[in-house]
């Protein structure tokens, strides 16, 4: 692939504010509610413009609703979203409809956020674990229909070549772009190649079934729900299918920031082990929880291989604010087995 792609070149936020895309969007939004026999009752506003996405608010006889765009390296979204609520329409946001080959999706308002609502305690994130553990265990009999919808797929196994693949992209770029992976940064990912390849290896070693991993999963990807109704589940423009237990990293970052605690806290450590029960079918609890330290090894890496797809897409202020990235991801602490021996039982 060639250096150029990596300059920022693609400016969706021009076209996203181009009376033209404007047009187009608010004709496809009222042909659909009109179809869906909603009625739009005032003007039609976007709150939100970014590089990966933008919204557009719609007023309506029924409350508002919300339109999404994602840049292409997500554009899957809409699609599975779609598919996830044809599986399990009471974890997501059911869209009144979407275009695949736009990446549109249109959908009621969920409501507020977890965020929002102000809950920070531990009973309320053992609700969003342990109720996305229920839902990967629905979506993980259905791979062909998901992956059919553009998801993307990033085993373990392939985790340590796929790696390889980026920094040779970074590698490539000329030597003042602001990415550029010099000699030590080649040499420090090619150091840092054995501990993926462990985690990898140590993952195959207790086959769970693989199912969509969020990437981005935290209280404000979270509609709050009363109890007895189901949480539901949001933004999945980072998801990937892979090892389940990825989906641990974000949150577990998250929670450490929220509670301004290690990330082997004891309720971090409580809060993972109500998740690996939703598990406990398939293996015993302390095998489970052998598999933490290298799921947040992998997880990582999923994450930040979110950044890189989207590089194509940043203005250069974000591209200069992702320097050290990559840096980081090789250098940076994870948990690791020593988790188990901090986790002790409930």
Known sequence: ????????????????????????????????????GI??????????????STQLKVPTDRGPYWFKENNPAMRFEAELVAEIARLAPERVIVPVAVEPGRGWMLGPHG?????????????????????????????????????????????????PDHVDRQVATLAELPADH??????????????????????AECLAELPL???????DLHQSNTFAAPAGE???????????????????HVTVVALSREWNCAEDDRRIVRLIDAYLDRWADLAPLPELRRLIGPSMVIGRLHRYNSWHRLLAYLPEEMIEGKVGYLNSLLCGSELTSEWVAHAGPR
Not at 133 to 146: F, N
Not at 180 to 194: V, Y
């Open 1 to 36: 692939m060639g250096s150029d792609v990596w300059v920022g070149r693609v400016d969706l936020t021009r076209e996203w504010t181009s009376a033209e895309w404007r047009a187009a969007a608010e004709a496809w939004i009222g042909e659909r509610l009109a179809e869906a």
């Open 39 to 52: 009625v739009i009752t005032g003007p039609i506003e976007q709150p939100r413009v970014r590089p990966w």
């Open 111 to 159: 409501g507020r956020t977890v965020r929002e609502a102000g809950a920070t305690d531990e009973r309320t994130f053992t609700r969003i674990l342990t109720e996305y553990a229920d839902l990967q265990r629905i979506l993980g009999d259905h791979r062909d229909a998901l992956l059919d919808t553009g998801l993307p797929e990033l085993e373990p196994a392939d985790t």
């Open 178 to 199: 602001p990415l550029h992976a010099d000699a030590g940064l080649k040499d420090r990912a090619a150091r840092h190649r054995s501990v993926i390849q462990g985690a």
């Open 209 to 215: 079934p693989s199912t969509v991993q969020h990437n």
């Open 230 to 248: 189901a949480l539901r589940f949001f933004d999945f423009g980072d998801a990937v299918w892979s090892h389940p237990f990825g989906s641990l």
